[in-house]
């Protein structure tokens, strides 16, 4: 990754931004011409996966709450590096009353935390932070925690012995490391009759984690569970399991995040369950931080928005459709 990204000239960074935006997603548009509210400017992961779509819709239902102005921006892949940084910097040039970014590779932003600073633009963070010192809080999921939590059940469903493996979507972003290490970390430590014999990547794309998932099936015949880290990874093991035509329940599909198509899988015996978050909560956490340090005061260094196991045994109950989005 050329870092020298971030010495891009203004008008150059929003050009390219604006491009990024046409393959990714935005809604900037006029929404900061408002000068009558407070403006925030949130740069995410992503755009398209319905996550970030819930993301994006916690933070407008606390925008309109508190009176202030959201647009959201995200590129179209999580390996995008490039493109979000170029939309940082737009949204840096912007001059916003404060940013929330997620960052996609957390040593390639720093410079431009460094860029917010000198221009004394308040930074909070969602879902991956940067590491900067700059930044005054993050909301996100105890990642680790709910790694552990995805083991625990494996082991549970495996009967506590097997071969499984670990379809993740990054191993450079802060939630695929800590996912796939919660996960790892707890079968270690609390089950070693289970063995991890694969760890592959698939960049959160369907596709990818797809074909990955079914060269894992075929490269070990006694694979008893597959694990995906994110939304694309874990439904690119749905497919895999449905182009191959193994029978629901013959592997043991664990998940993380929910949406649509996730929920549909484990409705019908493909997944067993899976780790949902709270992307609304995360949303309505970030614009929240935001306007307490527009307001001057400083908001909790790290906000956790919790996380759930769910399956088809509690996708009903109150607490947990209240977590899931389609």
């Given at each position: 990754m050329k870092k020298n990204i971030v010495f891009l000239a203004a008008a150059a960074a929003i050009?390219?931004?604006?491009?990024g935006c046409s393959a990714g997603g935005s809604d900037a548009g006029d929404a900061a011409a408002d000068t009558d509210k407070p403006y925030i400017a949130l740069v995410s992961k992503g755009f398209q996966h319905q996550f970030w779509q819930a993301v994006k819709s916690g933070a407008e239902s606390k925008a309109a709450e508190l009176g202030v102005t959201v647009t959201f921006d995200g590129p179209a892949s999580e390996t995008e590096v490039d493109?979000?940084?170029?939309?940082?910097?737009?949204?840096?040039?912007?001059?916003?009353?404060?940013i929330g970014y997620a960052a996609l590779d957390p040593e390639a932003c720093v410079s431009l935390m460094d860029a917010a600073k000198t221009a004394s633009i308040p930074v909070v963070q969602f879902d991956a932070g940067c590491n900067s010192d700059y930044p005054l809080s993050i909301a996100?999921?105890?990642?680790?925690?709910?790694?552990?939590?995805?083991?625990?059940?494996?082991?549970?469903?495996?009967?506590?012995k097997g071969e499984v493996a670990i379809v993740g979507h990054s191993q450079i972003n802060s939630t695929g490391v800590e996912r796939r290490d919660g996960f790892v970390e707890q079968m270690e430590a609390e089950y070693p009759d289970i063995t991890i014999v694969d760890i592959q990547y698939g960049d959160g794309d369907h596709l990818k984690s797809a074909d990955i998932a079914k060269a894992m099936i075929a490269a070990h015949p006694d694979l008893k569970g597959l694990y995906g880290t994110n939304e694309g990874s874990a439904i690119g093991i749905v497919n895999a399991v449905g182009?191959?035509?193994?029978?629901?329940?013959?592997?043991?599909?664990i998940g993380f995040d929910s949406g649509q198509a996730q929920i549909d899988a484990i409705t019908n015996g493909l997944m067993a369950g899976a780790i949902?978050?709270?992307?609304?909560?995360?949303?309505?956490?970030?614009?929240?931080?935001?306007?307490?340090?527009?307001?001057?005061?400083?908001?909790?260094?790290?906000?956790?928005?919790?996380?759930f196991w769910f399956d088809k045994t509690n996708m009903e109950d109150a607490e947990i459709a209240a977590v899931l989005y389609k």
């Open positions: 050009s390219l931004a604006l491009a493109s979000q940084l170029q939309m940082l910097q737009a949204a840096i040039d912007k001059k916003p009353d404060a996100k999921t105890d990642s680790l925690g709910a790694g552990a939590l995805a083991a625990d059940h494996m082991a549970e469903l495996i009967g506590g182009e191959l035509g193994l029978d629901a329940g013959e592997l043991t599909v949902t978050q709270n992307p609304i909560g995360i949303g309505e956490a970030t614009v929240q931080a935001a306007f307490d340090a527009i307001n001057g005061e400083t908001p909790e260094k790290v906000i956790d928005t919790g996380y």
